[in-house]
């Protein structure tokens, strides 16, 4: 069977789309603002932080705290939570197949656009073994003036592309990711597994996702159409013979 693209191309989120992340970094952020005076369950953190550039979240960090995060903090956190991640990151199930399977669809027109910083990035992806996917694709909102839900690194990654971000997918799993991905003027496609650090489908569809899944399996479909007239042909060659 044949598969053709239905999207210009396809911009990926990274921490709980393609790795599982999301609770090994929300686990050292609760620590560390734990070690502030502010003490909260993994709920509530993975529900005010997922998502969200750090950086970004300074006054609200202040005012539950009263401490101002700065440079030597973030850096101490990225230094605390790369320790664990090099230790147990895994990928997201059924994410290395989808995308290899996607390569071939979207050749040169997958990219990866997070709100991590570039060195975790490439870490994450050099560590599931899918950087040579993304080498040279790969997109942090650090580096922009303003992270998710600014549209952003999206409208960076589908210029870089040479695509209309209208026609490109976003696949996010986050509230600030889908919003992003909305005001970008993509198709959104939010991942939304059983998992204490994902969303509902109900809460992402109510932010603007066009469409939700479950399962990584069901990426490729999603993504792409089987031309029916190229299989009916292929199967009329092998009658023939």
């Known amino acids: 069977m044949k598969m053709s693209p239905k999207f210009a191309a396809v911009l990926f989120d990274c921490d709980g789309v393609l790795v599982d992340s999301e609770k090994i970094t929300n686990e050292v952020l609760r620590e560390m603002l734990g070690e502030l005076g502010w003490h909260m369950s ?27 995060i700065d440079e030597d903090w973030l850096m101490e956190f990225r230094r605390r939570r790369n320790v664990q ?15 290899r ?7 040169g027109r997958l990219a990866c656009a997070s709100s991590a910083d570039r ?36 409208l960076v990654a589908a210029a870089a592309l040479g695509v209309d971000p209208a026609e490109s997918a976003v696949i996010e799993d986050s509230p600030p990711g889908v919003e992003a991905g909305r005001a970008a003027g993509a198709h959104v496609f939010g991942f939304c597994p059983a998992s204490p650090v994902h969303q509902s489908p109900e809460l992402l569809l109510g932010l603007g996702a066009d469409e939700t ?29």
Do not use: W
């Open 213 to 241: 899944f479950t399962d990584m399996t069901q990426l490729p479909g999603l993504l792409t159409t089987s031309d029916r007239r190229f299989e009916s042909r292929e199967s009329s060659a092998t009658q023939s013979h």
């Open 119 to 154: 060195p975790k990035i490439n870490m994450q992806l050099q560590k599931i073994g899918l950087f040579d996917v993304f080498e040279g694709r790969i997109f942090s909102g650090v580096e922009l003036d303003r992270g998710k839900p600014a549209p952003d690194v999206y």
């Open 42 to 68: 993994s709920e509530e953190c993975v529900s005010r932080f997922v998502g969200r550039m750090l950086r970004d979240e300074a006054d609200v960090i202040e005012g539950h705290t009263g401490y101002r």
């Open 85 to 99: 991640i090099a230790d147990s990151l895994e990928a997201i199930p059924g994410v290395v197949d989808a995308v």
């Open 101 to 107: 399977t996607l390569q071939q669809v979207y050749p």
